[in-house]
């Protein structure tokens, strides 16, 4: 498996396509704002004019996108990836969508003689620089056994779920986890703050204990310096609580902490900052408590 076509250089596409390319991975990209794909090409990448072109002669095709639409139309739409890549070719989503689009990926998938893999990632901007994300494998085991050294060039825990959609089940289960964990970071900040501690005294004598975790080691420092750069947007969280939520209805569960969160995001979006990073939540809190 030597030659990869990548479509999709936001935030964290473009940080992965050039570790393959560091990996020794012959690397041709297509996006559909030819400029973002700039840096890769810099580090060697080859450019593609079309979806089409990118999608044909490779041995694995990496899609990571912005939402369940873009992900339908860059597969199934004229000019996609399902109609262009040749029989055997891996065609691995690595976008968070629809657990459901996945399957059906797979499904036209197998009946064109090609290999689907759904396998989004957690790690944020800063596992995609450094090659450490989580990388959630669903499809047919040897398939995903076979890519292995692929996502080995982009992550450190690398883990098969399950049959197709099961990456995407795993990715939701992360989503939920991560809403109470940056809330939390939030208000830990804000309770700092309104009793007089020095916030990053607190941080400092909490995030080595129980309540540590992987949000107040990147993102609290990020909430003190106020630099809210996206390592993943708010509206890309917002898409993946959505997701969750509505696995969650077809299941009959309750999910008020990922709602109500949520439903902060939300709320951010429509002041103006979707396009910010997840650690704006602050913003939130300092809001209704100023």
Known sequence: MKKIGFIGLGVM????AQNLLKAGFEVSVWARRPEKARPVLEKGAHWCETLSECARGRDAIITIVGFPQDVREVYFGAGGILENADQGTF???MTTTSPQ???EIYAAAIQRGLHAIDAPVSGGDTGAKNATLSIMMGGDQADCEACIPLFEAMGKNIVYEGPAGSGQHTKAANQ????????????????ARATGLDVQTMLDSISQGAAGS?????NAPRMLKGDFAPGFYVKHYIKDCNIALEQADEHELSLPVLQLVRDMYTKLAAEGMENDGTQTLIHYYEKEHS
């Open 13 to 16: 596409g473009s940080a992965m």
């Open 101 to 103: 689009l996945s399957v």
């Open 176 to 191: 939920i986890a991560l809403g109470g964990a940056i809330a939390g970071v939030c208000e830990a900040i804000s309770y």
């Open 214 to 218: 992987w949000q107040m080691s990147n």
């Open 91 to 93: 065609l691995i989503d």
